[in-house]
């Protein structure tokens, strides 16, 4: 049995949990809300997906956070390590945990047994720690759970390579040997800010950043004429409130990132950032409960999730407007 020393910490959500037990392992002393935040983890992307039940997904995190994490602590040659056939992507993981070297790994949570979910939901983010060959076990940790999970060789395969839309995971990971703690905090806190404030700002994409919200909102007369508008709704409500979220689709997070970074940069304070932050937050929450009471409707009524919404686009655009100015 080959097992590296564990410095999981409990979290709220998948990937920034394992990024921050991974640079744990490598002697930073960062917390999950603080990797969110350097990693630019906020964002909206709204997407159609007719070959998958839900048909629409509300998602608040930015895409490709991962990578801009690494991208931001200075591994700008960062990619995740793939392979040809799950076989090989297989004894890639194992020669790295061999290498004493953990592993963060994008997973979907149908095929991890302690989850009992009978959906899909790929591109969720774990640490993968060791295995036992004899007993085709590896040995994991995620999010919320304090100890290990166990998860046989054959269901982590199909877990690390699930073509589920919309976020297909092809047995991509991360171990790396070693890694660099960045000096210039000040510095990395305020690109970060700014970055992330921008993207949210001045998306082209109408399927993210506010754009993305807009387009939400001019497609409710097709929502009306589908079979799952219910379950659209119930889910949008689950992907901002309870879905690995720490609450209020991410923003909750972004708030103490905003807390703990303004040692570090005194602009934080002086544009009351946190503030400002803790009122999208708290827009995002009733916009949760707005998606999710029109859910429990009998007849399709978008009222009141429209007026939520633009409630969260006055906010949060309050809110970039002083960010980009950090």
């Not at 609450?247 to 997070?253: A, L, V």
């Amino acid at each position: 049995m080959t097992l590296i020393k564990s410095s999981h910490v409990p979290g709220v959500h998948c990937s920034s949990t394992a990024i921050a037990d991974l640079v744990r392992f490598h002697g930073f002393d960062w917390s999950e809300d603080f990797c969110f935040g350097v990693g630019g983890g906020l964002g909206i992307t709204y997407l159609k997906t007719p070959q998958a039940s839900p048909t629409r997904l509300l998602h608040t995190r930015s895409l490709g956070y991962e990578k801009r994490f690494f991208n931001a602590i200075g591994i700008n040659d960062f990619s995740w390590l793939s392979a040809s056939t799950v076989e090989e992507s297989e004894q890639q993981l194992i020669t790295a945990l061999d290498e004493n070297r953990p592993a963060l790994l994008l997973t979907d949570i149908y095929y991890l047994h302690y989850f009992k979910s009978s959906s899909h939901f790929p591109g969720h983010g774990v640490m993968a720690w060791g295995y036992n060959k004899d007993e085709q076990l590896f040995q994991v940790t995620d999010t919320e759970r304090e100890n290990f999970e166990t998860v046989s060789f054959e269901k982590m395969k199909k877990a690390r390579v699930s073509q589920m839309l919309p976020f297909i995971c092809n047995g991509d990971f991360y171990a790396p040997k070693h890694l660099n703690k960045p000096n210039d905090l000040r510095s990395l806190c305020q690109l970060a800010i700014k970055e992330n404030a921008s993207r949210l700002l001045n998306a082209t994409d109408k399927t993210t950043g506010f754009s993305a919200l807009q387009t939400l909102i001019d497609d409710f007369n097709e929502w009306e004429q589908s079979d799952d508008w219910q379950w659209n709704c119930r889910f949008a409500y689950q992907t901002i409130e309870k879905r690995g979220t720490g609450g209020s689709g991410f923003r909750k997070m972004y708030a103490r990132f905003l807390g703990e970074a303004s040692q570090y940069l005194d602009s934080i304070q002086a544009l009351r950032l946190e503030d400002k932050m803790q009122k999208s937050a708290q827009s995002w929450y009733e916009l949760s409960n707005a998606f999710k009471e029109t859910s429990e409707l009998d007849t399709p009524n978008f009222d009141k999730i429209i007026k939520a919404i633009k409630q969260v686009l006055a906010d949060e655009t309050n809110y970039c407007e002083a960010a980009i100015l950090v």
